[in-house]
């Protein structure tokens, strides 16, 4: 089956930091642009950060540019997301998918045609 899930949210303080886990199963990361979506309540889906596993290329939307730090490893076939330094605005259910590239533009889901469970990541104190 293929299919990406999410792991490694919870609840953590302001200045907190959190690392998300994206495993891929039935198919090889090798060859995907994999990006990380986040949707606070009440608010649109947002793209937070892309990394094209080809070449390494990433892009990191500016409200978490500097805290955050995405990184994939082939061999488990699972893409990360580190972040740190944790703000209130950060709390959102977490969300990874297959993109079409690594730009503001082409940050954007691509391939499936659902979003997985998502892991939830809140930030209070």
């Known amino acids: 089956q293929v299919q990406l899930v999410e792991s490694g949210g919870g609840l953590v303080q302001p200045g907190g930091s959190l690392r998300l886990s994206c495993a891929a199963s039935?198919?090889?990361?090798?060859?995907?642009?994999i990006g990380w979506f986040r949707q606070a309540p009440g608010k649109e889906r947002e793209a937070v950060s892309c990394?094209?596993?080809?070449?390494?290329?990433?892009y990191y939307a500016d409200s978490v540019k500097g805290r955050f730090t995405i990184s994939g490893d082939l061999a488990r076939n699972t893409v990360y997301l580190e972040m740190k330094s944790l703000k209130p605005e950060d709390t959102a259910v977490y969300y990874c998918t297959t993109v079409e590239g690594i730009s503001q533009e082409l940050c954007r889901q691509f391939g499936f045609d659902s979003w997985g469970q998502g892991t939830q990541v809140t930030v209070s104190s």
């Open positions: 990394i094209g596993n080809v070449d390494g290329a990433t």
């Open positions: 039935g198919f090889s990361l090798e060859y995907y642009a």
